[in-house]
């Protein structure tokens, strides 16, 4: 397996600007995760899916985060209009919920990074 | 509320001598404990986990973790650290309430592992 995909690797836009930042999780994971890394944050969890289904999102910062899943293959996290304090690194995890899910792996994509200028 | 500490920002150690990592978790039931490893420009990658059973868990590339309940402890170790060991790593625990699948992690420490 090719494992979890992040598109782009970088993006650079300047302030007010829309940003799609896309996610293909590894092929059979049924449950999906939006990370932002920072240096003055860390790892912030900002929102997960389970089957496509949103199932915690209390960790996106504001109203211009938004998060969709369509499928199982594919999501994206979207800022509109970014600013600059929305510049760091973007993870994607997946990972396979069976019986006590909280058991489970969670496997992370390379990573988007982001500077909003 | 889950949580996580590791004490010190960064670790440093020479190549071939034993590496700990600290760190020690809060929780209202029974922690699932994770370590991830994160090199420069890339995902964080799974080394090893304790969910229940031996307190001594073996993971990838050689490292082990302690799993110590009266102390809220899990380490991370290596008994000889490689230059090739420097990277960032995450220590990461869930509450193992069914329903649970958030990971609280860790602010990472830095190794730095000197020739």
């Known amino acids: 397996d090719a494992g979890v995909i992040q598109s782009p690797r970088h993006e650079v836009t300047e302030m007010g600007q829309e940003v799609t930042l896309r996610c293909k999780p590894i092929?059979?994971?049924?449950?999906l995760f939006w990370y932002r890394q920072t240096m003055m944050r860390g790892l912030e969890l900002l929102i997960y899916?389970?089957?496509?289904?949103?199932?915690?999102d209390s960790g996106m910062p504001e109203d211009r985060f938004s998060a969709k899943m369509p499928n199982a293959s594919f999501s994206t996290l979207k800022i509109q209009p970014s600013e600059p304090r929305d510049s760091a690194v973007y993870f994607c995890?997946?990972?396979?919920?069976?019986?006590?899910?909280?058991?489970?792996?969670?496997?992370f994509g390379a990573g988007t990074r982001l500077s909003v200028l | 509320a889950q949580s996580v500490a590791q004490p010190e920002d960064q670790v440093n150690v020479a190549e071939g001598n034993p590496l700990t990592v600290k760190c020690t978790y809060s929780?209202?039931?029974?922690?699932?404990l994770f370590w991830y490893v994160q090199y420069p420009n890339r995902g964080l990658q799974f080394l090893l986990k304790?969910?229940?059973?031996?307190?001594l868990v073996k993971g990838s590339y050689g490292f082990e973790a302690e799993f110590n309940k009266s102390q809220t402890s899990f380490h991370l170790k290596k008994p000889s650290a490689l230059v090739s060991d420097s990277a960032l790593y995450f220590c990461?625990?869930?509450?193992?309430?069914?329903?649970?699948?958030?990971?609280?992690f860790g602010k990472g420490n830095q190794v730095v592992v000197i020739p």
């Open positions: 995890a997946s990972s396979l919920g069976t019986g006590m899910v909280a058991k489970n792996i969670q496997y």
């Open positions: 092929s059979g994971h049924d449950y």
């Open positions: 899916f389970n089957n496509n289904v949103p199932i915690d």
């Open positions: 929780v209202s039931g029974n922690p699932y």
């Open positions: 304790y969910i229940t059973g031996d307190n």
């Open positions: 990461a625990v869930r509450d193992g309430a069914r329903g649970n699948n958030r990971l609280a």
